[in-house]
């Protein structure tokens, strides 16, 4: 499974546009980029998939550069309940693949008023 | 909407005890996962099964079992346990019709 890096941590303020950038150089041709959501004491939640290009949907946006070793989450006007940790996944985890997905560390997304 | 319920959001146990830990989906999905998430080092796949009493092992299947008897139910199964796994316990699903997976709130764990 492809390693990802992640920044630790990063602050914003309310209603600001937050980038969160996730390295993953060695990718391979089947792996998607997932990205989840988690507060304190929940379950991650789901908030967008892709495989190259832009992908947009109500909650964010994923950039991905045609070498595809990088992705970038775009949270547009975030707001104080937009603070928790966000993950970056990579793995084949097309079309709800039973094989296992590997967290890293996060990041831990502060929005502050 | 779509739903995975894990019965306890805490639970104390003590050292020696055999601990069931239930998930329940209602998507109808083939697979359940359980992960344990601990400060540090991130969510571990601890086991997986796509199918009725089917399993896999994760990367720390140690001192864990699973039971899989309904395709809805994935049962995590601590035989005797330690205080090692004194943990957040988070059970998710996914089915071959969607891309995401779908978490528990999950189960915080203390093992005294």
């Known amino acids: 499974l492809a390693k990802t890096t992640q920044p630790i941590s990063m602050d914003s303020y309310e209603g600001q546009e937050v980038n969160i950038t996730c390295s993953h150089n060695n990718i391979a041709t089947n792996d998607y980029i997932t990205w989840y959501q988690q507060f304190p004491s929940q379950g991650p939640r789901f908030i967008i998939q892709?495989?190259?290009t832009k992908v947009t949907n109500e909650v964010a946006s994923l950039f991905i550069p045609a070498d595809r070793k990088s992705s970038t989450l775009s949270l547009p006007r975030v707001s104080l309940s937009d603070t928790a940790v966000y993950y970056c996944l990579v793995g084949a985890s097309e079309r709800g693949s039973a094989r296992q997905l590997t967290f890293g560390s996060g990041t831990q997304l502060t929005v502050l008023p | 909407d779509v739903k995975v319920t894990q019965s306890s959001r805490y639970l104390v146990k003590r050292t020696g005890e055999k601990v069931f830990l239930e998930c329940v989906q209602d998507m109808d999905h083939e697979n359940m996962f359980w992960y344990r998430q601990d400060p540090g080092l991130g969510l571990r796949l601890i086991y997986f099964?796509?199918?009725?009493?089917?399993?896999e092992k994760g990367d720390i299947p140690e001192g864990y079992s699973v039971s899989r008897e309904k395709k809805e139910r994935f049962s995590l199964i601590l035989e005797s346990a330690s205080t090692n796994q004194t943990s957040m316990y988070l059970c998710?699903?996914?089915?071959?019709?969607?891309?995401?997976?779908?978490f528990g709130s999950g189960t915080r764990l203390t093992v005294v």
């Open positions: 998710a699903s996914n089915s071959i019709a969607n891309y995401g997976y779908t």
């Open positions: 099964s796509y199918d009725v009493k089917m399993k």
């Open positions: 892709g495989y190259k």
